[in-house]
């Protein structure tokens, strides 16, 4: 079945600790990817985003994200977590026009991280 | 700047019975989303609208219905509760109806006993 897969469930950390996420996605054709963080008690929001151009995308908090399309893959990474960080991260696929994807996210299960002192 | 607003933020229900969830979008964005989250797994689509007219829904069942009227704003409609239906409902908002950058309220936790 076509997916969102995030590998990743729960990661633990240590502040200062270096940080990747992995998302790997199983459509053909063009894609939109994202990036969305849930911190506690807080909604959904946009972390960083892929539509096209340089597949090395930066986001907000210092995080960035590299799509490789040959993997099927837009892993997020951060060199240097803090404790702030901790949240839910949630990666997502936009599937292209011809491809029928109109505006219709597609979700991982999301990646719950805990970043200690 | 106002952000997607949702109402209620909780409600409680029991089975069989009714519910209406609203959202309003961002100021200029004329599509909305709605999503199902249930917990430990992503959100899950179920519609969307564009300038009030239906443009995609999800592999949700019948008694799930949605409306958006002139202002945009949106309400989604559950009918005949389960308690499968009990998740965090999230509305999302964008300009446009196709390949966009959709913000997301706070959500509705709709919990039914």
């Known amino acids: 079945a076509q997916s969102v897969s995030q590998h990743n469930h729960h990661v633990i950390l240590s502040e200062a600790a270096s940080l990747e996420l992995g998302c790997n996605y199983s459509?053909?054709?063009?894609?939109?990817l994202f990036w969305y963080v849930q911190y506690p008690g807080q909604h959904l929001q946009l972390l960083l985003k892929?539509?096209?151009?340089?597949?090395l995308v930066k986001g907000i908090k210092g995080f960035e994200a590299e799509f490789i399309k040959s993997k099927f893959s837009f892993n997020l990474r951060k060199p240097s977590v803090q404790w702030s960080d901790t949240a839910e991260y949630f990666c997502a696929v936009i599937r292209g026009i011809l491809t029928g994807g109109g505006n219709k996210l597609t979700f991982g299960t999301g990646t719950q991280l805990k970043v200690e002192l | 700047d106002t952000g997607v607003t949702q109402s209620p933020t909780h409600l409680i229900k029991t089975r069989g019975q009714q519910v209406t969830l609203r959202c309003s979008p961002i100021?200029?964005?004329?599509?909305v989303s709605w999503y199902q989250q249930v917990l430990g797994q992503g959100p899950q689509f179920i519609f969307q609208y564009y300038e009030k007219e239906e443009r995609g829904r999800g592999n949700f069942p019948d008694r799930f219905s949605a409306r958006q009227f002139p202002n945009y704003s949106s309400e989604l409609n559950v009918n005949a509760l389960l308690l499968g239906d009990s998740a965090l409902y999230l509305c999302a908002s964008s300009f446009s109806r196709i390949q966009e950058t959709q913000y997301f309220g706070p959500g509705t936790r709709l919990l039914v006993l």
């Open positions: 459509y053909g054709g063009t894609v939109n």
């Open positions: 100021s200029g964005h004329k599509s």
């Open positions: 892929y539509f096209s151009g340089d597949p």
